[in-house]
């Protein structure tokens, strides 16, 4: 299975999901159990926010959350500091889906090892583009979607179970194996994969994987951090233009999120979209805390994704259309 070999892991450790949300719940209702206690991080998505907020409303768990800095840098020795008697699992996303900040997967999975908690990585933004090794970053749990940068077709994704996790099945039902018992099997993927898999999907995303590795993910990072660099350095000669996040291209993933003055970034979204058919995502992203670490919770970003299929000149017509945003702005005096 091509997943594994992205990973360091051994097959038969992966089971297939069908987003990185569902390989997140399985992940984390599955482990936690009552009295337990998490911590997770303010770049979370809400695919763990959500989940884990949940269960601490309904009094199963508690959850602390370690803040970032402003430009979504997290401080791997916070993890040290909110440990207490009950910690279970350490939950980090691995590339912000805001700004692209990396955090230290692999120093967190130490603090994790040493301190003998399990450790869950959010990879829904790196896998494909920035080198995973859930061996040497001792890494317990990892979820991915197949959706994004592995090019596979919406409805797939997969979660890494280290040998000797056990989670609770969050769905029974026919695996097609052990068909004479009527409790769930205990295998690995058949505990986690019941029913019918997405199969078309999946072979789908196979396809996708076999070009990354045929085109080597090393030149896939390099492309795709030198237009988000590029950009970047560009976007710092506008300046009416506002771009968060570090400025080190070798520390994120290539994500630009920014905001044009005191312009909604939903009015700059729609803009690019209706008159330079340039398609942006503007908002809050389903990360909440993130824009409240970078200071953009009440009016959300404009974020570019940027891809390996992109060139440096849709860079500049992204550019040239924020030039022209920008210039509008000047002839307009009321914020839109
Ligand atoms: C960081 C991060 N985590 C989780 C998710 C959820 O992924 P999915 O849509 O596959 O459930 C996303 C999706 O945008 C994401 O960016």
């Known amino acids: 299975m091509l997943i594994a070999k992205l990973l360091n892991a051994t097959p038969d450790r992966i089971i297939f999901t069908c987003s990185a949300t569902d390989s997140l719940n399985l992940a984390i209702k599955g482990y936690l159990k009552k009295g337990d206690h998490v911590i997770v991080t303010s770049m979370d998505h809400n695919s763990i926010l959500r989940p884990v907020m949940h269960m601490e409303r309904e009094g199963i768990i508690e959850v602390s959350v370690i803040a970032s800095d402003s430009k979504g840098y997290i401080n791997s020795v916070d993890f040290f500091t909110q440990i207490r008697p009950n910690t279970k699992l350490i939950i980090a996303t691995h590339a912000s889906n805001v700004v692209g900040t990396l955090a230290d997967i692999e120093k967190i999975g130490e603090i994790a090892l040493a301190n003998r908690l399990a450790f ?5 933004q790196s896998i494909g583009v920035v080198p995973l ?3 040497k970053m ?17 409805g797939t994704g997969a979660l890494y179970i280290r040998d000797g996790i056990d989670l609770v099945p969050l769905r029974h039902g026919g ?10 099997p205990e295998e690995m ?16 995303l196979n396809a996708g994987i076999k070009y990354i590795l045929s085109e080597g993910m090393e030149k896939i990072r390099e492309h795709e951090e030198n237009l988000a660099d590029y950009m970047y350095q560009e976007l710092l000669k506008l300046n009416k233009v506002i771009v968060y996040g570090t400025e080190k291209a070798c520390d994120k993933t290539a994500v630009i999120s920014l905001n044009i003055n005191n312009w909604a970034a939903s009015k700059i979204g729609q803009l690019l979209s209706d008159k330079f058919g340039i398609i942006t995502r503007a908002g809050l992203h389903c990360a909440p805390l993130a824009h409240k670490a970078i200071g953009t919770e009440s009016c959300g970003t ?7 299929f992109n060139t ?3 860079i500049d017509c992204a550019l040239e259309a924020l030039n022209e945003i920008c210039k509008k702005q000047q002839t307009t005096t009321a914020p839109i």
């Open 312 to 314: 440096k000149e849709d």
């Open 120 to 124: 869950l990585v959010d990879a829904s």
């Open 133 to 135: 090794d859930v061996q």
């Open 175 to 184: 695996t097609g194996t052990f068909s004479e018992s009527m409790f769930q």
């Open 138 to 154: 001792h890494i317990d749990m990892l979820a991915l979607p197949g959706h994004k940068s592995l090019f596979g077709p919406t």
């Open 189 to 204: 993927p058949h505990r986690y994969e019941s029913g019918t898999g997405n199969l078309i999907g999946i072979a789908g």
């Open 302 to 308: 404009v974020r570019f994704g940027i891809g390996y």
